[in-house]
Structure formats: structure tokens, C-alpha cells
């Protein structure tokens, strides 16, 4: 078993924080895990992304190569598009819908969906609408998440104590929110991936 | 036997901290800056066992580590490429020195440049100060190679430098860790009193020590392990995989098997008699580095007169930048999958300013200060307000080195540049500008100093500023006329009056400094946050 993924999103939207629930959740299912992320400069504001591999044979490379990426996930929908390049024609893009606006030229939001929907596997998803519905749109990211988990191969219990591990020093609450955003998303990928 | 998940600066320090370390001081600098944080946060540090502090900049660093070792126990001095520059001096002569309790240097280099203003490859300042260098494939590797580093460093008489690049710094794996960890050395001195005293005629003896030792590291290096001849049946190629390069290289083969013999080389200098086997036993060769060509410029030589040598030097792989699975796939001759092609749609999105960052207000401040003025009068230096070169601001002329606003102000105005203005934040200042503003004020140069004082080391996570609550101080015991020091509150209220304050010592034929003053908003964020959690608690 084999699952490369790339987190893809804006500094400080949280990609560190999914990432982190995923690598804990491989872990605690015996799987060899490898996680490159982007720190200093570009996490002012500039597009950050994740390399994550998770592998049930050891994994060399940190990076993924071109064209073998399993699983897009987008915080944001034009920073999903930034790594398309990278995606396994038959792997899937799945990204949040809400734009992050912080520059003058970002590109028409339908343009953006309109490149989403050329890619064959897709899901494109309002997170942070279902964020706010669950409790906060803090946890957008933890939306997008659950709504990429049916392809991770990794069984949904493991990311509920990986969440618990993460966020468990924050209080009960915090964990409460993030499981039932989690689960929302899951749920949100469920009726796109049945209506295909 | 406990595993865990760290990033490979993680696994430095925890190999560091479970080899017996007892002192490790750094300066933050991306991509190196984990390794600190880590030993800061670490029980051993908290319950002062071990002792783990950030330093005005990586020169002092260094050199308490060679304090540490003088006195006979374990320690080590992290950071990032360039910052192996500002500790250039102490560096090469503690090759010279020895050491007398093991002493480990570590060198991240940020081949790409993702957050820094070069891409040099420390491996060369290795060769230049006639030192092993080690430099891990992997995160379980980093963390095993402390302890051997150390053994080394105390077994050779002679210190150790660590290389590693952004990707393994910055990626996490599992890793193993010892069940039991080693006890710190006791202290003592050294038995040779004079061992640290460079005087000539000292330092001409231990040079010569230096060089006979030579052979014992050269020969360290065929049989430590971290160096591998790993044979295969196809002669027509060789390759020779230095540091993660080889991780890229395996990522290209189904199973893992390479059919070319391979020369992995994670320890230097490099491995003569593995590469002499290679050499011999193929038809031509292919040389992976993360970093500059290092051993193809060694390998070719001169004439270039021997088998063929693919590798950055005959354009095979880019000539700069980082290596990846994919790069390597086209040197290997490897059919690349179509994949799909790039969105048009997509824009560039450069790091900016946080909202709310008082180097805002600050710099629309200077900007309409300098207006009548026009453009070029700006020196800057290093941190997040290097983004100020940047749309909207375009405020600043300069980035050169920590330290260089000042200095390069000073030049600037002795030229003929006026106003001449420097921009420089507050623990930037503390690592470097302060004896460029000396300069400055012995000569009364005429220049307009910004301290940028948002109370942290912001670029690097918010790490401590040496220069919080005295940088006024500083100034004035440095020479600074008081009546030309302002601190200002950077807030749009106050715009028109900090303009004001700023165009007036323009006009002044002295140093004048400014200090905008406002917490980072960042830390700031973070501080209330914890404290809406403690309350939650409670």
C-alpha cells in the first residue's frame, strides 16, 4: 500500500495541522510515513505546500515524484490547482472552494472552478460554509481532511485518535469541533463520490 | 526502543540530547532553527540538565560551544549556511584548536534558496578547515550520526561538521531512538593547557597535528559505514549519491534495486578507495550532490582528461537549485509519464506582511518621508521586513548580509547618498548591526538608523531578541547623541507625526535612530490565545 499526497493552501490556513493528523494517523496504523513541509520565508502570506507519503514499505524520497501524486488537498481552491501538475492523471484533486484573496491579481473564482472541474476526479466543496455549520470556520481545514480520508486508506478510528493526540491539549471542545468537521467533510465527499 | 516522529532537525537534536550532550547555543535561521527549539523545549533543558539558549548570533554561538568543549563536555553550535559565514573564524580554528570534549557543528544549507539569499554548499568550508564532515540521508540517520559525531570529535581530536539541506531538515519520519541514553561527560580541563592557545608557534604545532591526523579521517571514512560500495551487474554506468541525493535515486528503481553499482557517500572527505573502485570497474559515471558539484569538480580535475563524468557540470542536472526524483528520472535517460499540464489560471502568490504587522506602518511612514527624496536611499537587511522590497511598499534597495543596513548606509552616505537610511530589525541589530553603527558614530557618518523593534525574531517563529527592553540603551552607550534617538509607536494615528520626526533627522549631520516600536503581531496573536486557553482551563 502506497498513498502520496500534497497539501496544498496559504500560510496559516493549517496545512501543518492536517498533515500532522494524517502522519499521526499512519503512524498509529503501522505504515512507514514521510512529510516535507515549508517553513520560514513563505509562510508569511505566500502559498505553502506538503509533501506526504505514506507507504507500508520504507519510503526514500521526502519528495514525490512528478505525476505520481495519489491525492490533492486544497485548503484553497486556486493553491489545489498550483500542484496539478504533480497529480497521477487518475488520482484525485479535492479542495475547499472558499478563495484566500491576499493579492491584487488573483484570477475569476469561476475560471478557478472551471479548471477543477476538467480534472476527472474531482471534488470541489465549500469548507468553510460546513466549518461554520459544525461550530467554527477554524476548522475548514480539518473539513477538507475528512472530505480526502475515503482515499487515504487508513480507517476513520485512527484519525479520531490522531485528532485527539493533536488537539488534546487544547480542551474537549476543540477535539469535539474538529471530529464533527472531520466527519462533515467525510460525509460532504461520500454524496459527490456516490453521484459519480 | 521508543519511535518517534521528528522532523530530521528533530532528530539532530534528540541524537545530540541521547548522546550525552551538555551545552548546544544557536542563532534561528531557516532552514536550521528546529534543532534549537527542540533542545530548548526538551525535558533535559527544562529540568537544567541541559543547557540550550539562543545567542546574539552564530559567531558567540560557536565559540561557547568551543568554551563547552574546553571544559571537556559534549556541545553543540546549529545554524543555518550563511550563518557558518559569521562564525567563519571561530569555525576554522577550532579545527586548529582540537577539542577536548566532543564538539559537533551543525551547517543547514538551503539549496533553492526557499528562505535564503545564497545556496552555498558547506561541505567546502568542511575541506577548507580540514574536517569530517557527515552529512545524513535520512532522519533515522541524522539522529544515529550524533553520537557517533561525537565519539569521532573526542577520538580525532578535531570538531565535526554536520551538513544537511531544507528537505531532510524540514521533513518528518519515524525515527529510532536509543532506550538508554549516554551520560554527559565529566568535567575537565584540558591536559594540555596550551591546547587552545593559538599563538603562532602553538598553532604552528597542532596545524602540523592537524595534517598528520589526516590519514585517520580519510581512512574514518572508508569504514565508518555511512559510506557504501553497493555493487550491481550492469558496468556500463556508475553512480556515485551523496547525502538525500540517494533517496531520489532509489525512488527511480521498482524494488529498489539499482543495476549500476553506487557509491553512496553520507561521510567526508570522500571516500577515495570506494571511488577509485567505481571508477575502475564502469564505463562512465553519474555524479549526484544536493548542493554544489562538489566531487565531479574533484573527480574531473583540471583536463578532465578520464572517463566521461555526467553529473551539474556537463548540464546533465541544472547547474543550481535542489535535486528531486524527477530531475534525477531525466538524468538516469528514465521515460517521465505524461502528466497534466499546469493551469493557466494559476498566479504567483509571494509571502507578504501579516495584516496587522507594525513593518507596515512603518514603512508607509518612511515611504512618505522619503518622498521629495525619491527612490534608492533605503539599506535594509534580513527578516520579515525584507519584504518591504516587495509591491506595495518598494521601500527598501538592499539585502546582503545580517548586519549590512547599516554598514552599507555608512558606505552609502560617505559616497554622497543623502538622506542615507537603514532598516533594520531589533534582533538583527543585536547579531550584527551594532558595530556597524560604532563605525557610524566615531565618524559622525550622516544616517538615519530605523530599528525595527517588534520585540522578536520573527522571520525564524518568534524566537527571543536580545535587544528587547535595551535597545535605547545600547544606543546611547554605544555613542548616539540622546536628542537623536525617537522611539515611535507605529499605528496610522501617529502616521503624520512619525513622518515629521523621521524627514527632521534626515536633516541632521549625524547618526540619528529610530525605533518604531510595536509587538509582532504574530506573537502577539499567539501570546492572546494561550492566555483565552488558560482562562478556559481555569
Known sequence: MKTDIILGGVGGQGILSISAIIGTAAVEKGLYVKQAEVHGMSQRGGDVMSNLRLSSEIIYSDLIPKGQVDIIIGVEPMEALRHKAMLNPEGWLVTNSTPFINITNYPELEDVYAEVRKIKNHILIDADAIAKQVGSVRASNVVMLGAAAPFLNIPEDAFFTAIQRIFGSKGEDVVQLNIDAFKAGFAEAQKVIESK | ?538
Open chain 2, 1 to 538: 526502543m521508543q519511535k518517534l516522529v521528528l522532523l530530521g532537525d528533530e532528530a539532530i537534536a534528540q541524537g545530540a540530547i541521547d548522546a550525552g550532550l551538555t551545552a548546544i547555543y544557536a542563532y534561528p535561521g531557516t532552514p536550521s532553527t528546529e534543532i534549537t527549539e527542540y533542545a530548548i523545549r526538551s525535558k533535559e533543558a527544562r529540568n537544567g540538565q541541559i543547557t540550550a539558549q539562543w545567542t546574539a548570533n552564530e559567531k558567540t554561538a560557536l565559540e561557547a560551544a568551543i568554551g563547552v568543549s574546553y571544559a571537556g563536555k559534549r556541545a553543540m553550535a546549529c545554524m543555518k549556511h550563511v550563518g557558518l559565514n559569521v562564525a567563519a573564524d571561530p569555525f576554522m580554528n577550532s579545527a586548529i584548536t582540537g577539542v577536548n570534549g566532543g564538539l559537533v557543528i551543525v551547517s543547514a544549507d538551503d539549496p533553492s534558496m526557499h528562505s535564503s539569499q545564497n545556496e552555498q554548499d558547506s561541505r567546502f568550508f568542511g575541506k577548507f578547515a580540514q574536517m569530517p564532515v557527515l552529512e545524513p540521508v535520512n532522519q533515522q540517520e541524522a539522529y544515529d550520526m550524533m553520537a557517533y559525531a561525537f565519539d569521532l570529535s573526542e577520538r580525532l581530536n578535531i570538531p565535526v561538521l554536520m551538513r544537511i539541506t531544507t528537505r531532510l531538515a524540514h521533513s518528518r519520519a519515524g525515527v529510532q531512538c536509543v532506550s538508554e541514553k549516554r551520560q554527559q561527560n565529566s568535567f575537565g580541563l584540558p591536559k594540555d593547557s596550551r591546547q587552545f592557545v593559538l599563538l603562532p608557534s602553538i598553532a604552528r604545532r597542532n596545524y602540523k597535528m592537524l595534517l598528520n591526523n589526516w590519514p585517520l579521517i580519510e581512512q574514518e571514512s572508508e569504514i565508518s559505514g555511512f559510506n557504501e560500495y553497493i555493487d550491481g551487474t550492469d558496468k556500463s554506468l556508475g553512480i556515485i549519491a551523496t547525502g538525500i541525493a540517494f533517496n531520489y535515486l532509489m525512488e527511480n528503481f521498482e524494488n529498489r534495486v539499482i543495476p549500476f553499482p553506487v557509491v553512496r557517500i553520507s561521510q567526508y572527505p570522500e571516500p577515495t578507495e570506494m571511488i577509485r573502485k567505481l571508477y575502475d570497474s564502469v564505463d562512465k559515471i553519474l555524479i549526484l550532490e544536493e548542493g554544489y558539484p562538489m566531487i565531479e569538480d574533484r573527480l574531473k580535475g583540471t583536463l578532465n582528461t578520464g572517463k566521461t563524468i555526467h553529473g551539474r557540470l556537463d548540464g546533465t542536472i541544472s547547474r543550481d537549485g535542489e535535486l528531486n526524483p524527477t530531475i534525477i528520472a531525466k538524468a538516469l535517460n528514465k521515460h517521465i509519464p505524461e502528466t497534466l499540464p499546469p493551469s493557466d489560471v494559476v498566479v504567483s502568490r509571494p509571502p507578504a506582511l501579516c495584516a496587522g504587522c507594525p513593518h507596515i506602518d512603518s514603512y508607509n511612514a518612511l515611504n512618505e518621508a522619503l518622498a521629495e527624496a525619491g527612490q534608492g536611499h533605503v539599506l535594509a537587511d534580513i527578516g520579515c521586513y525584507t519584504l518591504g522590497a516587495l509591491e506595495p511598499f518598494m521601500a527598501v534597495n538592499s539585502c546582503v548580509d545580517m548586519g549590512a543596513s547599516i554598514t552599507m548606509a555608512k558606505g552609502a552616505a560617505d559616497a554622497g547618498l543623502h538622506p542615507a537610511v537603514a532598516v533594520i530589525g531589533d534582533s538583527t541589530f543585536t547579531h550584527s548591526g551594532m558595530t556597524g553603527l560604532l563605525d557610524a558614530i566615531i565618524h559622525q557618518t550622516p544616517i538615519t538608523v530605523v530599528i525595527l523593534d517588534n520585540g522578536t525574531t520573527g522571520m525564524t517563529g518568534g524566537q527571543p531578541s536580545e535587544a528587547t527592553g535595551r535597545l535605547e540603551d545600547i544606543c546611547l552607550g554605544l555613542g548616539v547623541e540622546k536628542d537623536h534617538i525617537h522611539v515611535l509607536n507605529p499605528i496610522k494615528k501617529y502616521h503624520d507625526e512619525n513622518v515629521a520626526i523621521i524627514k527632521k533627522e534626515f536633516d541632521y549631520q549625524g547618526v540619528s535612530v529610530i525605533i518604531p516600536r510595536r509587538e509582532c503581531i504574530v506573537t502577539l496573536n499567539a501570546r492572546l490565545r494561550h492566555i483565552k486557553a488558560q482562562k478556559a482551563k481555569s
